[in-house]
């Protein structure tokens, strides 16, 4: 067996084990918790009284207008001194949560708004009021509007967990940087890495392909844009 | 009784209603008739509080809200109000995502709490009542105009309103889908279901109402029997207008 192959069969299990034990919870986590706060952000910069409305736009605007790795270094090494500390793993998961909020509140906004009007007139003149409305009417639609931006902004997320290497959590571009510091290959190490990104990205994929077939069963094929 | 009372409306200073009373009996159709922008579809929807007016009384039955401009109607009020009306959309507004039947029981399912075997059971009676019953497991994208707004129709119907409010029911639609919609409301009048309908169409206001409004710059400037309003109107502002209906 060349000596390439090794390396990489060696790396392969710490690899996926610090992806399976790291990364995919940490994305996966903040992306619902990202989006349980998206949607409190675009209800609230939607329909919200002013005050409220405002606050939504100060929150979109401070996450938006700073660097994702400068935020996670703020409140894992910046909070400490103000007497908050956090570890890194939940650290993390603030971080890249509060990022996933600000990001899928333009999204849901945007699909919400992209409904016609009638959409909510109708349910209102059987009688619904506007929570049964919106939970019933427009939610639904605009998550088949919503699904191919929010599935991008997930892809990114599943990627931008590597940054969470810098403030010492061990998930997997950490595990690889770990492994090529002991065994001087970088280029293998780092491409295996890539390539398992690469594969839980694809599956990520897949599954979002799914989903559209789903939430757009109701289309007719000329109205389904593939 | 449906019994609008001084009705007033006006979005920021542009009055669309000045003060519009009018009179509906039970089991009666009234046609609502006059220019685009003369205030029908804002009348028709100041009856189920999509718009609201601001000043004015509406009676629907046993139900009496009275409008003031700086106090809007409770949610009883308006839950009331929209128990006892249906509305059928010149756009239909179909909920594209859910089936013809879905669609009929959504109110009865959401609003009313219907269990869902006692809501698909009235859904396909209400299907069957518009010649539908094939199609309730059919989306509205796959229906054609017509058939759309017949599913709209029995959606309309499904919460047994007091007064069904169509507005221009048919303009949406070329002269044979139009006659499919003209047929199924033509049965709801002989059945005595009380109507309100806007609308163009001389099969509607000529031979389906009871009586005709004709209604311009928010007023109703003559009412009256079809054949009075539609065939020998006294206003000048009726005759010119009736005179380019066909």
Same mark, same amino acid.
């Given at each position: 067996?060349?000596?390439?192959?090794?390396?990489?069969?060696?790396?392969?299990?710490?690899?996926?084990?610090?992806?399976?034990?790291?990364?995919?919870?940490?994305?996966?986590?903040?992306?619902?918790?990202?989006?349980?706060?998206?949607?409190?952000?675009?209800?609230?910069?939607?329909?919200?009284?002013?005050?409220?409305?405002?606050?939504?736009?100060?929150?979109?605007?401070?996450?938006?207008?700073?660097?994702?790795?400068?935020?996670?270094?703020?409140?894992?090494?910046?909070?400490?001194?103000?007497?908050?500390?956090?570890?890194?793993?939940?650290?993390?998961?603030?971080?890249?949560?509060?990022?996933?909020?600000?990001?899928?509140?333009?999204?849901?906004?945007?699909?919400?708004?992209?409904?016609?009007?009638?959409?909510?007139?109708?349910?209102?003149?059987?009688?619904?009021?506007?929570?049964?409305?919106?939970?019933?009417?427009?939610?639904?639609?605009?998550?088949?509007?919503?699904?191919?931006?929010?599935?991008?902004?997930?892809?990114?997320?599943?990627?931008?967990?590597?940054?969470?290497?810098?403030?010492?959590?061990?998930?997997?571009?950490?595990?690889?940087?770990?492994? $090529?510091?002991?065994?001087?290959?970088?280029?293998?190490?780092?491409?295996?890495?890539?390539?398992?990104?690469?594969?839980?990205?694809?599956?990520?994929?897949?599954?979002?392909?799914?989903?559209?077939?789903?939430?757009?069963?109701?289309?007719?094929?000329?109205?389904?844009?593939? | 009784?449906?019994?609008?009372?001084?009705?007033?409306?006006?979005?920021?200073?542009?009055?669309?209603?000045?003060?519009?009373?009018?009179?509906?009996?039970?089991?009666?159709?009234?046609?609502?008739?006059?220019?685009?922008?003369?205030?029908?579809?804002?009348?028709?929807?100041?009856?189920?509080?999509?718009?609201?007016?601001?000043?004015?009384?509406?009676?629907?039955?046993?139900?009496?809200?009275?409008?003031?401009?700086?106090?809007?109607?409770?949610?009883?009020?308006?839950?009331?109000?929209?128990?006892?009306?249906?509305?059928?959309?010149?756009?239909?507004?179909?909920?594209?995502?859910?089936?013809?039947?879905?669609?009929?029981?959504?109110?009865?399912?959401?609003?009313?709490?219907?269990?869902?075997?006692?809501?698909?059971?009235?859904?396909?009676?209400?299907?069957?009542?518009?010649?539908?019953?094939?199609?309730?497991?059919?989306?509205?994208?796959?229906?054609?105009?017509?058939?759309?707004?017949?599913?709209?129709?029995?959606?309309?119907?499904?919460?047994?309103?007091?007064?069904?409010?169509? !507005?221009?029911?048919?303009?949406?639609?070329?002269?044979?889908?139009?006659?499919?919609?003209?047929?199924?409301?033509?049965?709801?009048?002989?059945?005595?279901?009380?109507?309100?309908?806007?609308?163009? !169409?001389?099969?509607?206001?000529?031979?389906?109402?009871?009586?005709?409004?004709?209604?311009?710059?928010?007023?109703?400037?003559?009412?009256?029997?079809?054949?009075?309003?539609?065939?020998?109107?006294?206003?000048?502002?009726?005759? $010119?207008?009736?005179?380019?209906?066909?």
């Amino acid at each position: 067996m060349p000596h390439w192959v090794e390396i990489l069969r060696d790396a392969f299990v710490p690899l996926v084990a610090a992806g399976v034990a790291f990364t995919v919870p940490l994305a996966l986590l903040s992306f619902a918790i990202g989006l349980a706060l998206g949607l409190v952000t675009a209800l609230a910069r939607a329909f919200g009284p002013a005050p409220v409305s405002l606050l939504a736009r100060f929150y979109v605007w401070i996450i938006r207008g700073t660097p994702l790795l400068v935020q996670l270094f703020l409140i894992f090494y910046g909070l400490p001194a103000v007497g908050i500390v956090i570890d890194a793993f939940p650290a993390a998961l603030i971080g890249f949560s509060l990022n996933m909020g600000a990001y899928t509140s333009e999204i849901i906004r945007a699909a919400i708004a992209s409904l016609p009007q009638g959409q909510w007139e109708a349910s209102f003149s059987v009688g619904m009021t506007w929570g049964q409305a919106l939970r019933r009417t427009i939610l639904p639609q605009a998550a088949r509007v919503a699904t191919p931006p929010l599935a991008n902004s997930f892809i990114s997320l599943v990627k931008d967990t590597s940054l969470a290497a810098a403030i010492t959590v061990t998930e997997m571009f950490q595990a690889a940087q770990r492994i $090529a510091a002991a065994n001087y290959e970088p280029l293998i190490l780092y491409s295996e890495a890539a390539v398992i990104y690469l594969a839980f990205c694809s599956v990520l994929s897949a599954l979002q392909n799914r989903l559209e077939t789903r939430l757009g069963r109701h289309l007719s094929p000329l109205e389904v844009v593939r | 009784m449906i019994r609008l009372t001084n009705i007033e409306k006006a979005f920021g200073t542009n009055v669309v209603l000045k003060g519009v009373d009018l009179e509906v009996k039970e089991g009666t159709v009234t046609a609502l008739i006059g220019p685009s922008g003369g205030g029908k579809s804002t009348l028709l929807r100041c009856v189920n509080l999509l718009e609201r007016p601001r000043a004015g009384r509406l009676e629907l039955g046993d139900l009496t809200v009275d409008f003031h401009p700086d106090r809007p109607p409770t949610r009883e009020q308006l839950n009331g109000v929209r128990r006892r009306t249906g509305m059928v959309f010149q756009a239909f507004h179909l909920f594209p995502h859910r089936t013809a039947l879905g669609n009929v029981v959504e109110g009865l399912i959401t609003v009313q709490k219907v269990p869902r075997k006692d809501a698909e059971d009235q859904g396909r009676a209400l299907l069957e009542r518009v010649g539908l019953a094939e199609k309730a497991n059919a989306y509205p994208g796959q229906l054609s105009g017509g058939q759309q707004q017949r599913v709209a129709i029995a959606r309309a119907l499904a919460a047994n309103p007091r007064v069904m409010l169509c !507005d221009e029911p048919t303009s949406a639609l070329d002269p044979e889908l139009a006659q499919e919609v003209v047929d199924v409301l033509t049965a709801l009048a002989r059945d005595g279901v009380t109507m309100i309908v806007a609308t163009h !169409d001389l099969r509607l206001a000529g031979n389906v109402a009871s009586q005709v409004a004709f209604l311009e710059a928010g007023t109703i400037v003559e009412i009256g029997l079809p054949e009075v309003v539609l065939g020998n109107p006294t206003h000048p502002r009726t005759k $010119a207008f009736v005179s380019h209906l066909n």
